[in-house]
């Protein structure tokens, strides 16, 4: 079946189970996050497996489901859960919910990740608000036929993370009185950490954090023209900074400990959202 045909019929599937729901944010909540979505008030609450044409969420402690309901005044459509490319997935599978996103409308997106922490100046609990990232690896969401119902074949990536949603967010810190970083986010495949020498090399290339998720979401988004804005929680310094192996745990335990300040934030400016670009 066709790209298109296919989010023809998720989109009918969810536009039926939203009850009249007009999402106006698409929001994908990282490691630590995910409980933001439990707060989203009048909820239409959707189970990846229900959907139809949706990839299915694998990790431990990522829940799968599509929370849409009212967060800070605005009607938000929450992926609990995200599908990562060290899964398994293709690239095609972990932008499919992006897309969907887009089919229904939705025309402004706000990624979360958890990062590793690539900047020696800056310390794990740090946020970081993406300026832009460094995508290595080869593959890439718009390879293949192009899907010309949803943007052009080739597309402007200057653009792709939003310069007045990242003013937004400044202001939404400061706001809350607290400091975030800006800066430049790597992509590597996982589900292994990065080598020392891999991490040396996206200092040297200009990144600031590393990670494993965001960039395939952020190029489509892109690609459908849609405002992006990305935000890493940098659960722990990238590997070789510290003399110390890295450990899935310390990511988890670190984004459990900046959990209130980072949907704190996140609240304030999905409050604080131009409406313009809703
Ligand atoms: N590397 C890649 N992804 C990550 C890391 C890291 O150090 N920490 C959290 N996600």
Redesign the pocket.
Known sequence: MELMEKLNETKAFIEKRLDGRKPVIGMILG?GLGDLADSIEDAAVIDYHEIPHFPVSTVPGHKGRLVTGMLEGKCVMCMQGRFHYYEGYSMDEVVYPVRTMYMLGIRSLFLT?????VNTAWKPGDLMLIEDHIKLIADNPLRGRNPDGLGARFFDMTTAYDKELLQTAEEAAAVKGLSVRKGVYML?T?PS??TAAE?RFARLAGADA????TVPEAIAASHMRMHTLGISC??????GILDQP?N?E??LETGERVKSSFTSLVREIVRRWPEEKL
């Open positions: 490691s990740n958890a990062a590793g922490c590597f996982g950490f990065e991490v590393v990670g494993m998720s940098l659960t722990n310094m990238a590997a890295l899935h310390e990511v």
